[in-house]
Structure formats: structure tokens, C-alpha cells
T-cell receptor
Framework: GAVVSQHPSWVICKSGTSVKIECRSLDFQATTMFWYRQFPKQSLMLMATSNEGSKATYEQGVEKDKFLINHASLTLSTLTVTSAHPEDSSFYIC?????????FGPGTRLTVL | GNSVTQMEGPVTLSEEAFLTINCTYTATGYPSLFWYVQYPGEGLQLLLKATKADDKGSNKGFEATYRKETTSFHLEKGSVQVSDSAVYFCARSGSSNTGNQFYFGTGTSLTVIP
């Protein structure tokens, strides 16, 4: 099946710094990728839809200036958490649409100290 | 509306017990339905899917049947194993006017004890 990778798998940073998370579709092209956030023992919350070559579409309540999304190519989308704070600590998961399915990355655990 | 409702957990079963996790959905049209599994510390993996009414998805002993009349997609397994301990998410596909995003249930945590 299709593979989606994320890098890094985990990151620890200091409060106030920015962190970039990469999402790659390894064996297919994805015009649309999705970024989710998952809090402990909760479901996935869609943050934004990343569209190749255009601006991302953010869900209500998600700050676009804080969570910068860039979909520079058909195989790469990046999420940058700017000026991270402890409340941004979470599990971030991306997915890429291939046909009818969505293929999920393994997730990135962000811890902000 | 567009939503997925699944049975709240946590669920604790003994090994070889029968498992059912209920899932119902609301949608306009006929979405595809999915069950994803998330093992501790990992991302989501597709467990099974069904793309039209009366389809049965199956994998690793798990099954779910797309029931249009009851808008349900309940997950079942006849004999669970300790290795099935994970969180299970029911999901449905969106439509083109919603960006083809997926809608997830809240997840059901399953613990299987020896």
C-alpha cells in the first residue's frame, strides 16, 4: 500500500522556538494532504487541508499564523509550529489522499518545554 | 450533518472473547467507511474498509459490514488476542465539497487481557 512518512517522529523544543514537521508521500503524488492533531486519549482533530500550489484551508479555531503549512510539491507538505508553547504539545499526524483512501503518516510527537 | 459516532470505551476483554464496537454515521450521499487502528505510540493504520452498501470489509479476523439502512459499520472479531489491544477509530469519507476530508469517531480503546 501507499506510504506516508513524517519527520521527525518526535521533537522536544523550548518555549518560543519554531518547529517544522515534514510529511511526505513516498510512492504516490498527493495534491491534497491533511494535518491532524491528537490529544492524549482523544480522536483526531483536523487542523487544515494542505493543497499543492495554493494556500492551506484551516479549520475554524486553528490559527493560520501559528501553524504555517506549505505544500511545495506533490509529495511534500510541511507544518511549522511557530513560537511554540507548552499547550502546543501534542501528537501531529498528516495524511495524504490517494484515490478513495487516506494514508496516514506515523505521527510526530511534539513536546514543548 | 456529517458525523461519526462510535461506542465509547474503554473496552476490556479476556483473550478469545467476542468483540463488537458499534459505529454509526450521518452523511449526505454514500460515503466510504473505514476502520483504523492505532497501536500505542504509533500513527493510524487502515484496518478495513467498505465503499458501498452491503460491502463487508475484513482483515486480520476483523469484519465490518456497510449497512445503509441502519447507517452503521460495526466492527466485530470472533476471538480477540492480546495483540489486538489498541484504539480503534471509525471513519467516513467526505465529499468533494468538503475537501475530501475524513470524519473520525472519538475512538474506542480496547484492552485484551490474557
Amino acid at each position: 500500500g501507499a506510504v506516508v512518512s513524517q519527520h521527525p517522529s518526535w521533537v522536544i523544543c523550548k518555549s518560543g522556538t519554531s518547529v517544522k514537521i515534514e510529511c511526505r508521500s513516498l510512492d504516490f503524488q498527493a495534491t491534497t494532504m491533511f494535518w491532524y492533531r491528537q490529544f492524549p486519549k482523544q480522536s483526531l482533530m483536523l487542523m487544515a487541508t494542505s493543497n499543492e500550489g495554493s494556500k492551506a484551508t484551516y479549520e475554524q479555531g486553528v490559527e493560520k499564523d501559528k501553524f504555517l503549512i506549505n505544500h511545495a510539491s506533490l509529495t511534500l507538505s510541511t507544518l511549522t509550529v511557530t513560537s511554540a508553547h507548552p499547550e502546543d504539545s501534542s501528537f501531529y499526524i498528516c495524511s495524504a489522499r490517494g484515490g478513495l483512501e487516506q494514508f496516514f503518516g506515523p505521527g510526530t510527537r511534539l513536546t514543548v518545554l | 450533518g456529517n458525523s461519526v459516532t462510535q461506542m465509547e470505551g474503554p473496552v476490556t476483554l479476556s483473550e478469545e472473547a467476542f468483540l463488537t464496537i458499534n459505529c454509526t454515521y450521518t452523511a449526505t450521499g454514500y460515503p466510504s467507511l473505514f476502520w483504523y487502528v492505532q497501536y500505542p505510540g504509533e500513527g493510524l493504520q487502515l484496518l478495513l474498509k467498505a465503499t458501498k452498501a452491503d460491502d463487508k470489509g475484513s482483515n486480520k479476523g476483523f469484519e465490518a459490514t456497510y449497512r445503509k439502512e441502519t447507517t452503521s459499520f460495526h466492527l466485530e472479531k470472533g476471538s480477540v488476542q492480546v495483540s489486538d489491544s489498541a484504539v480503534y477509530f471509525c471513519a467516513r469519507s467526505g465529499s468533494s465539497n468538503t475537501g475530501n476530508q475524513f470524519y473520525f469517531g472519538t475512538g474506542t480503546s480496547l484492552t485484551v487481557i490474557p
